[in-house]
């Protein structure tokens, strides 16, 4: 096989692998809000700043939103992702754009993966878009941005997994 080809097929178990736990159990709480805050505080510290963004993007802010621009997540032992958030139809939409095997041989990719539904005080909620045995999935996720670092929690069916989306 080609070096492409196994990249490709890495990087469609590494999102199968992330995602399976997820479809089989859910864990939110009465108002859809998942319950994995305390485990991001335990992850980093909680001091949030205090830049107020919410789901409506408007044009006044489309420049200056601060989940804008790309973002390297590191998996480990089995590579990384660059993803690209950015302003679609009012809403900031994200997409991966290249995927990295372990020896840092890439692929380009446009695979829609992120849709915020609301940001304020460097603390969100949005969809992880997910794809496993041809079935797309929709993942509540919630956010938490500090120094330039975007933690992306979801509990997935009881997979529960904090990323850390690195702003490039």
Not at 18 to 32: Q, V
Not at 75 to 85: D, N, P, T, W
Not at 116 to 138: A, C, H, Q, T, V
């Amino acid at each position: 096989m080609s070096n492409i080809k196994l990249l490709s097929i890495s990087a469609l178990i590494i999102i199968v692998l992330a995602g399976i736990p997820h479809i089989l159990r859910s864990n939110t709480s009465d108002n859809g809000i998942l319950i994995i805050e305390d485990e991001i505080s335990e992850y980093i510290d909680s001091k949030s700043k205090s830049t107020k963004y919410d789901n409506n993007i408007s044009s006044d802010k489309k420049d200056t939103h601060p989940l804008l621009g790309r973002w390297k997540v590191d998996f480990e032992e089995e590579g990384s992702v660059i993803y690209e958030l950015k302003i679609e139809n009012e809403e900031l939409i994200g997409y991966s754009i290249a995927l990295f095997d372990v020896n840092g041989a890439s692929i380009p990719d446009q695979t829609k993966v992120f849709k915020l539904k609301s940001f304020k005080n460097n603390l969100g909620k949005g969809l992880y878009f997910m794809e496993y045995e041809g079935e797309n999935y929709e993942v509540p996720c919630q956010l938490k941005l500090e120094d330039g670092i975007l933690y992306v929690s979801y509990d997935y069916y009881g997979y529960k997994n904090i990323e850390r989306w690195e702003l490039q």
